[in-house]
């Protein structure tokens, strides 16, 4: 979270719109939202978009999200639409203040609202799981055809804790933690199902990566929805994994609020009835059975999937506060948020592979003058999510605490 690394001036925006969108740019609005990009809000003779800046990601990163965005419009799945240049390309390379050049993305600035973590509940975590079942069945031929594979490989995750552990910044309580988690890491590869159904799976499905449409008033003290179930945002880390482990994800993230050990935490509901709410791990068991209710709408798991979900889970739990620990606290830094290899030049190429682990380019650019309001008048950004890598170690401890048997006992048999 925070301003964009990547500074565009007015001019630059205006230029960029001009000669590739044919729009004419009006204002222009630095996004203190996202860990990786560079986000702005435009207003055009079109109305208001949404421009990208893709940090340190391959021209192949930016086809392969362009592709699976048209793809999920095509099919029905409600994401920001991306903009065509006036050369039918899905993104222009532009020539950024440090020199290097960058994938830019336009899209539709869609309206929707943003819920906390403890505001969701069985209603919308039902159309979360909605929502991720329809990727995972809207993607199946995108899958056959184009894979594009996640760096968040266990091999990745223990190259950023070794990193972490020789980073002088790092506490004593950290380089504990990270013994921890390399541990944790070496019991999961031992331990995981490596042979599950993959496809196309989002890969980072939080509460900040659903807008939901409209919220009405409280209806005996809980949030009801109406009308379409929502959108999905910020498909860049999609990527060809275990379906299973993208369930794991957005389990943990909708539906085991934090700090967990908080009384405030739990659902309005549960407060209403007086009454503590049932968990099993991390997880709250009525709206954890909602999202998966909502997933098995349109995908069924298989015995397979459920019987390995415990430990998706864990490694769920290990890969976020692994990132957190670098891409926050900026522990054990390599590069770049997510390290992928950055762009070095126009005109396109057409080489390079997706998912290397090579650095990007550093931040060094020299910042660009632009407005100092953030964001347009009127804008709701939402709430502030926790970005703590507290929050996903605690998950993970009480994932260990907890019975792979009555994990599942608990969540399949609703």
Request: net charge neutral; with cysteine.
């Amino acid at each position: 979270m925070g301003m964009p690394k990547t500074r565009l001036s007015k001019a630059e925006a205006q230029q960029l719109l001009a000669q590739h969108y044919c729009l004419r740019l009006r204002e222009l609005w630095p996004l203190p939202r996202g860990t990786i990009n560079s986000n702005y809000v435009v207003t055009t003779d079109a109305g208001r978009l949404f421009l990208r800046v893709c940090e340190g990601k391959t021209e192949a990163d930016a086809r392969f999200e362009a592709e699976l965005i048209w793809q999920l419009c095509s099919q029905g799945l409600q994401t920001p639409a991306l903009w065509q240049t006036r050369s039918c390309a899905p993104y222009v390379m532009h020539r950024c203040q440090d020199g290097l050049a960058r994938p830019v993305m336009l899209m539709s600035f869609v309206p929707g609202i943003e819920l906390t973590e403890a505001e969701i509940d069985e209603a919308h975590a039902f159309d979360v799981g909605l929502m991720l079942g329809q990727l995972h069945v809207c993607t199946q031929e995108l899958s056959r055809r184009s894979s594009r594979h996640s760096i968040y490989s266990i091999a990745h995750l223990q190259q950023r804790l070794h990193r972490m552990q020789l980073d002088p910044k790092g506490t004593r309580d950290i380089r504990e933690l990270t013994s921890r988690l390399l541990v944790e890491l070496e019991v999961i590869q031992k331990l995981r199902s490596r042979d599950l159904p993959q496809g196309i799976g989002h890969g980072d499905l939080f509460p900040d990566n659903v807008l939901f449409p409209r919220k009405l008033p409280r209806i005996n003290g809980t949030q009801r929805l109406k009308g379409p179930v929502g959108y999905m945002l910020d498909l860049e880390q999609a990527a060809t994994l275990p379906l299973v482990y993208d369930v794991a994800v957005a389990l943990l993230a909708f539906c085991a609020p934090v700090p967990l050990s908080d009384a405030t935490s739990a659902s309005h509901d549960a407060d209403e009835r007086n009454q503590p709410e049932e968990r099993v791990g991390p997880l709250r068991v009525d709206v954890s059975r909602a999202l998966l209710g909502g997933y098995q709408q349109l995908r069924v798991l298989a015995d397979a999937e459920w019987q390995a979900l415990p430990m998706e889970l864990r490694l769920a739990a290990a890969r976020f506060t692994t990132t957190r620990l670098t891409d926050i606290q900026g522990l054990g830094r390599r590069g770049g948020p997510d390290e992928r290899p950055a762009t070095t030049g126009l005109p396109p190429s057409t080489s390079g592979s997706m998912g290397a682990t090579t650095d990007p380019a550093p931040e060094s650019a020299a910042p660009v003058p632009q407005p100092a309001e953030v964001g347009p008048p009127g804008l709701g950004l939402g709430p502030v999510h926790s970005k703590d890598y507290r929050d996903f170690a605690q998950r993970l401890a009480l994932l260990q605490a907890t019975s792979p048997e009555a994990l599942i006992t608990t969540l399949r048999d609703a």
